[in-house]
């Protein structure tokens, strides 16, 4: 486990997302959140995951699918191939 201060975190929070060790953030010297890292889950299980979740929401199928490929677009850029 490691410490850092507020405003560090803040200037670089890739430098403690992207580490596989739990992260304390201080504010005055007091401990106000803790950054803990997620399993690396393939695609697949992401995918499995996120259904589990929705199981049973009002999500529909449709808006899932748009909302996966609006956030693919993020992702990548959009497609150079109509």
Not at 11 to 24: A, C, R
Not at 26 to 51: C, E, K, Y
């Amino acid at each position: 486990m490691r410490l850092t201060t507020e405003r560090e975190f803040k200037s670089n929070p890739s430098k403690f997302l992207n580490g596989q060790v739990d992260t304390v953030v201080t504010r005055r010297g007091r401990p106000m959140a803790m950054v803990s890292p997620l399993p690396r889950l393939s695609v697949a299980d992401g995918i499995t995951q996120m259904g589990r979740a929705l199981r049973g929401s009002s999500v529909t199928k449709r808006e899932l699918l748009k909302l996966l490929k609006e956030a693919r677009q993020e992702v990548y850029g959009r497609p150079r191939c109509p």
